[in-house]
């Protein structure tokens, strides 16, 4: 919401800076966003009267201006083609400085002297997005004969201060004038000023003329409707174009422009429909019919829903209610008769029809978060009071104002105590009171129980916690005095579970593994892009009722989907090298009790390509699995899981559990994604990791007795699996065994074909004594016999 203070001090007396004002709304609960000043480094820019235009001597597309500057007559070049002899221009004089810091000089343009520049409104600062349409490429043409040599900014008004305020969904009230004023006078101590309201009307009666039948009753609570007759439509005074482009409004005829005005000043929308084309000048409000068409002021042709409110005439529609007027029916230079529209339209109904036509107006974001029904019958007299001071319109008499069921002032009791309980202050009742009537919430102290009527317009006030809130704000929150907390104090932690997460990412983000995090909605499709069969559980997806698309329609139930599209991303885009992991979640049906919430389960997914093998993987997962202090898994080779390279691929095992699964992408997978290098990637289940994670630390003495070491090297055939070697060595160690570790497989000269030679390390040693040779070999020599017997390996020479 953009307030000009100039416009604000209407309403409210403020004595102090901008920036205090803004500093003390935003403490009382007004956030200001920004402070903008307007015409601040304008100087040397007055008044001028064009007197004379004639032809440049040496130029086609240049004329030489005669300008009645007051003082003098100057003459400037210019290639301007709105200009006329007798316009009011804003002239730049010899040495004067326009905004941005473009300085004025006296020069020659094509041998003859311009002594100055007839100025645009876009190079005064006005937004290009607030200037009226006419004056888009040309240059300013003054609506009224002001002094002549008069600074500009002081007779246009041009320099101002324009706070710009964060409206919360809650305060609609707030998206207006008025609203803003009865926030300042509360945060500084001072009184509102309403405008004062009285319409000369003419003896003709407005319900002679129209009439309003409400079928709509759920879209529409009231509908206010005034007849203008002998409209004259022509630009609005300066004051109120100057007015409505501070607030962001683009300026077009005085007509639209005073019902923009009305809204920005009261939040109530209204509309001028031109009388001649509502068919027997009856407004009738009614649903839509599906598939019917209405082409809008933007002149855009839209389908319209059943559930659409329309503001229609005996024969034909006229307007979408609450969010844009009829191409038709809009008012133009020769309407005479104007119909004024002001009513109340249902929230949600007005929020489901723009979103529905993809069609936001200052209205319809008004109506969509709820105004205050009954100020409408305010506004439209508001706006009839401007018709007749500005002498463009003849306002009939009364108004025709249906309102079935009018909105009723509610009453809620707060408690003192409870209220000085909550915020840890002592204010009195008197105190409460007075905060509570500078709000404009009449109020009745009643000793325990103060009685507060909430005000129509403030939606927001519903139950007791919102009244203290209220006090607290304008009282002051930095003026609450600290308190230690009294009661039983609960310290707020992360759980277990969130630690362990905390942990796992530190763990893989401190190798190098970058984290994402994607969207839980995916594409059933992606079911078929990871080559999972027709039977898997992770094709049966929880769909979205009202998905944006078939992109975005399910919820995911796996996480390698959304990795491989981010893998994909970086390789398209000549990523060289990619490492990054995403814990989430995954949502798996309730096959028992569909009605119920899925699953929600926690997975962890790794992905890498580049400079990087099957080996990098799994040192990245056993680095992550170490962190957790998780041992006593082993890998077992996968050869039918769908998604990875048959026979390049392993399941990570722990007892009677499967933690996850990683390897090469099936070729099938990298194409369906575009990859066109081996990737490799991991898919874990971290709810089991959850289970067997200990992250407290336990030690043990240091051994007293002294270890014996043994190495051996066995040549075995080739599709010998370590894992079984390892198996036996691990049963013969009776309990002597510490250590063992794989220090080298080779495959090449001195070894025969088929086959690989496997050396190990092997530690020994008694926790209670010393060890003898002797007892260390023959637990040695079992271990080589059953690797002999059992794999037929052979000692390497």
Known sequence: MLVPVKWLKKYVDINMSTKELADRMTMSGSKVETVKKTGEDIEGVVVGKILKIKPHPNADKLVVVLVD??????????????????????????????????????????????????????????PKSVIPEEMK????????????????ADVIDLQDEVIEFEITSNRPDCLS?????????????????????????????????????????????????????????????????????????????????ITNYVMLEYGQPLHAFDIDYVEGHTIIVKRGERGQSFKTLDGVERKLKEYITMICDTKKELAIAGVMGGEESEVTSATKTILLESAYFEPEGIRLTSKQLGLRTEASSRFEKGIDPNIALIAAERACQLIKELGVGRILKGAVDVYPKPKEV????????????????????????????????????????IKARIPTYRIDLNQEADFVEEIGRIYGYDNIPATMARGNIVVGRKTNGQIIEDVTKDALNA?????????????????????????????????????????????????????????????????????????????????????????????????IYGDEDFFTLKGIVEGLLNRLRITGYEYEVEKHHPTFHPGRCGSIVYGDHTIGVLGELHPEVLENYGLGKKCYCAELDFELLLRLTRLDTM????????????????????????????????????GILENYKLFDIYQGNQIKEGHKSIAYTLTYRHKERTLKDEEVNIVHDNILKEIKEKLGGTLRD
């Open 69 to 126: 500057i007051g003082e003098k007559t100057i003459q400037i070049v210019t290639g301007a083609t709105n200009i006329t002899e007798g316009d009011y221009v804003p002239v730049a004089l010899d040495g004067g400085l326009l905004p941005g810091g473009v300085k004025i000089n006296k020069g020659e343009l094509r041998g003859e002297v311009s002594e100055g520049m007839l100025c645009s409104q876009e190079e005064l600062a006005i």
């Open 137 to 152: 490429d040309g240059i300013w043409i003054l609506k009224e004969e002001y002094p002549l040599g008069k600074k500009i």
């Open 177 to 257: 004038m008025i609203g803003i004023a009865r926030e300042v006078a509360a945060t500084i101590g001072t009184t509102l000023k309403y405008p004062s309201i009285q319409v000369k009307e003419a003896e003709d009666k407005s319900s002679d003329k129209v009439s309003v039948v409400i079928e709509d009753t759920e879209g529409c609570q009231r509908y206010v409707a005034r007849v203008i007759e002998d409209v004259t439509i022509k630009p609005s005074p300066q004051w109120m174009q100057q007015r409505l482009a501070k607030a962001g409004v683009r300026p077009i005829n005085n007509i639209v422009d």
């Open 410 to 449: 509610e009453e809620k009791s707060l408690r003192p105590k409870k209220v000085n309980d909550l915020l840890g202050t002592n204010l009195t009742n008197e105190e409460m009171v007075q905060i509570l009537e500078s709000l404009e919430i009449a109020t009745q102290d009643e000793g325990d129980v």
């Open 511 to 607: 190798m190098g593994i970058n984290e994402i995090a994607t969207y839980s909605f995916v594409s059933p499709k992606s079911a078929d892009k990871i080559r999972l069969p027709e039977n898997s559980i992770k094709r049966n997806f929880i769909t979205l009722l009202n998905p944006l698309g078939d992109e975005t329609s399910a919820m995911r139930t796996s996480l390698l989907p959304n990795l491989l599209e981010v893998m994909a991303r970086n390789y398209n885009r000549k990523v060289e090298g990619f490492k990054a992991f995403e814990l989430g979640r995954i949502f798996i049906p309730r096959m028992e009790e569909s009605s119920k919430l899925p699953h929600e389960l926690s997975n962890l997914v790794i992905g």
């Open 699 to 734: 030690y043990k003495p240091l051994p007293k007795y002294p270890a014996i070491t043994r190495d051996f090297a066995v040549v075995v055939k080739e599709y010998v699996l370590v894992k079984e070697i390892e198996k036996i060595i691990f049963t013969n160690g009776e």
